[in-house]
C-alpha cells in the first residue's frame, strides 16, 4: 500500500499544519529577546518570483488575495534570485516557499533554478500551485535530488472538471485545465512515489458552483489516484481590495457555509483513509477571523519575510507587491538579505510595533490564516504592546 502516513503522531502534525496550527516561533518571550539581540532568524522565506508582462498570472481567479497589486515593471534577475536564496540558506534559514501574488511561481522562468538551488543547500521547500505548467527539468531535479522529507507541494485545485475548474478560476476559455493540471501531478507522483519524498495536498475551495457529490467524488478520486497524501476541503477568504464591492459569488458569506457544512461534512469525512486524509475545515469560523482585516501586532517581517516579483523584501506573504512601498523592508536587487532583514531599531521595542503597526494599518494589507493566527498569539501575550 503507498502509504506515507506511518505513524499517529506523523498524522496529527500533517493535520494541526493544514488546520493552521504550526508553531512559528518557539514561545513570544524567546522571539522577542531574539528580535532585540539581532538573533532572529526567520521560520521560512517566501520567494514569489514572476514573468514580466501585464497580466502575470494564468487563471484570473476572483477571489485572488493579488487581484488588486499594482504591477510594475521591476524583476530581479534568476542569478539575483538564486545568489539571494544561497545568502538565505547561508544565515540558517532552513525552509523556502514559492507561491505567487498575483502569479503563480511554476510560472516562473526562475523556478527550476531556485528549486535546484534549495535542494543542493538541503533546504525544507513548499510549493502553492496551481500547476498547469511543470517544465521537464522540475520533475528532473525532483527526481535526482535528495529531498527534505518535511518538504510540500499543496496544490489549489477547487475541481472535479475541466468546464469547473474554468468557471472558479475566471477562465473564458474552454481550454482542458483541470485535465492539463491532473496530467502534471501525475507527473509529480512518477517521481515521488512509491517510496514518497515529500507530500503531496490539494485544496477545494467550496463555493455554490462546485459543491456537488459528483463534482467533488470525482475530485477525491482522481488526486487521491494521482499521488495527494492529504485532501482539504475549506472556503475562500475575502480577497483585499475587493471586499467592499458586490459579493464575490466564489466566496460565500456565513449562511451559505454553514449550509455547505452541513449538507457535504460528514459525507466528504467518509472519504477520510490512512493513505489519503480527507479534511473539511473552516478556520474563519473557529479562529472568528472571517472579514478581518488584519491582526495586529504583526511580526510578519521576523517570521515569514517574503521576496516580491519585484525584488524587494516585504513584510509578509499578502503584502508583497509595488501597492505597499510604505511597509517594504527594501530593494534585494541592491541590498543583501540579511543587511535588510536585521536593518531596525528597537530601541523603543513598543515604540517599534507602534509605529510599524500605523504603518501597516495605513497599507491596507490583510492577512491570510496564519498571519492571523500567529499574530493573535503574540497579541496575547502582551509582551509586544
Ligand atoms: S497582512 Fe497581516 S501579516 Fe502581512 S503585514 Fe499586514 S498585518 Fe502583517
Known amino acids: 500500500m503507498e502509504n506515507n502516513l506511518t505513524t499517529h ?67 530581479p534577475s534568476t542569478e539575483r534570485l538564486v545568489e539571494l536564496l544561497n545568502q538565505i540558506a547561508d544565515g540558517g534559514v532552513k525552509k523556502v516557499t514559492f507561491a505567487g501574488w498575483a502569479t503563480d511561481p511554476l510560472n516562473s522562468k526562475s523556478i527550476d533554478d531556485l528549486l535546484e538551488t534549495a535542494l543542493k543547500r538541503k533546504m525544507i521547500f513548499g510549493f502553492n500551485t496551481k500547476p498547469i505548467k511543470v517544465s521537464d527539468r522540475f520533475i528532473d531535479i525532483l527526481k535526482h535530488n535528495k529531498i527534505d522529507p518535511q518538504s510540500w507541494i499543496s496544490l489549489s485545485i477547487d475541481s472535479g472538471s475541466n468546464e469547473i475548474f474554468n468557471k472558479v478560476h475566471g477562465m473564458k476559455t474552454k481550454a482542458p485545465l483541470y485535465d492539463k493540471v491532473l496530467n502534471n501531478v501525475k507527473r509529480i507522483k512518477d517521481v515521488n512515489m512509491p517510496n514518497r519524498k515529500f507530500d503531496v495536498s490539494a485544496a477545494y475551495l467550496l463555493n455554490k458552483f462546485n459543491s456537488s457529490k459528483k463534482e467533488i467524488e470525482k475530485f477525491i478520486f482522481d488526486f487521491k489516484n494521482a499521488g495527494c497524501n492529504l485532501l482539504r476541503f475549506s472556503f475562500a477568504q475575502p480577497p483585499r481590495g475587493l471586499v467592499d464591492k458586490e459579493q464575490i459569488e466564489t466566496v460565500p458569506l456565513v449562511d451559505e457555509k454553514n449550509k455547505i457544512m452541513n449538507e457535504i461534512k460528514d459525507w466528504i469525512n467518509s472519504f477520510d483513509s490512512d493513505n489519503c486524509k480527507v479534511l473539511i475545515i473552516d478556520p474563519d469560523s473557529e479562529n472568528d477571523i472571517f472579514y478581518k482585516n488584519r491582526t495586529l501586532p504583526c511580526v510578519a517581517r521576523f517570521v515569514y519575510p517574503t521576496v516580491g516579483f519585484d525584488g524587494r523584501l516585504y513584510q509578509c506573504s499578502q503584502s508583497a507587491a509595488p501597492n505597499f512601498k510604505d511597509t517594504e523592508i527594501g530593494d534585494l536587487k541592491t541590498k543583501n538579505f540579511w543587511d535588510l532583514y536585521y536593518d531596525y531599531d528597537v530601541s523603543d521595542f513598543i515604540g517599534f510595533f507602534k509605529k510599524s503597526g500605523e504603518l501597516i494599518k495605513k497599507s491596507g494589507c490583510r492577512c491570510d490564516r496564519k498571519e492571523h493566527i500567529v499574530n493573535t498569539k503574540i497579541s496575547k501575550s502582551g509582551l509586544f504592546e
Open 9 to 75: 503522531s506523523d498524522v496529527e502534525e500533517k493535520i494541526q499544519k493544514y488546520k493552521f496550527n504550526t508553531s512559528y516561533f518557539e514561545n513570544p518571550e524567546q522571539l522577542k529577546k531574539d528580535i532585540i539581540e539581532k538573533k532572529v532568524i526567520p521560520h521560512q522565506v517566501e520567494f514569489q518570483p514572476g514573468p514580466l508582462g501585464k497580466k502575470i498570472c494564468w487563471l484570473s481567479c476572483p477571489y485572488c488575495y493579488g487581484e488588486s497589486a499594482i504591477n510594475n515593471a521591476e524583476r
